[in-house]
């Protein structure tokens, strides 16, 4: 397979549950330059550069006066769009 998975599709074939998915939200949340997350199946992702490449999530966390529960489904959002790297 030469096509690079969504971390949605990875969930869906069940290579990436969904409690890692909401680690890795919580942990963007913790710290914005987090090195990348690593997922029990070997998958790696830089969850900063996941939130910059996605237009929505970008300008929403950015705003300042946004809170974590507003931002956290623009940051699910992207992690769940990008795809992440198989070590």
Do not use: W
């Amino acid at each position: 397979m030469t096509e690079k998975l969504t971390t949605a599709a990875l969930c869906n074939l069940n290579l990436i549950s969904q409690e890692e998915v909401a680690a890795a939200v919580e942990t963007y949340l913790a710290n914005s330059m987090a090195p990348p997350f690593v997922f029990k199946e070997g998958y790696r992702l830089d969850l900063g550069k996941a939130v910059r490449r996605h237009p929505g999530a970008n300008d929403f966390v950015n705003r300042g006066n946004t809170g974590p529960l507003m931002k956290r489904p623009f940051i699910l959002a992207a992690i769940l769009e990008a795809r992440p790297l198989r070590e």
